[in-house]
């Protein structure tokens, strides 16, 4: 049997406790607080992997993008050579929901899409 295309869906560690190099290279590193309040504007930093991620022609990043479950917020596009595969963006959470998922996948041009989340509560 065949193994699994590295396109074919989002990429995911099959154990987060014991990454391969290319995971660590791969996935997306979320900084951000485990809490914020409802309604004020929080940073997010995200990083491509915690092994930096080279940007050349032949290998680069292309894009970042930020949900907050499912909902879409942002996509970074980046350019190889002129870029580094990481991001500062800043979301505003309100509502009724008092948890969500931020979730942040990118793709490499060679090894497809990876995908890194966090969990954050929302305080009023």
Known sequence: MSEKSLFCGINKPADLNNLTDSEKKHMPVIEC???VKSGE???????VGAIPHVMEEA???QWIDVYSGQNF???IDLTPVFTKPE??????????HRTTTLRVVERCNLHGQWEATKEITVNE
Not at 41 to 47: A, E, L, N
Request: hydrophobic share 40%.
């Open 73 to 75: 917020n942002v996509r």
């Open 59 to 61: 290998h680069h990043i």
């Open 33 to 35: 607080p485990d809490v």
């Open 41 to 47: 504007p929080f940073k997010v930093i995200i990083k």
């Open 87 to 96: 991001a500062t963006v800043t979301l505003l959470k309100s509502g009724k």
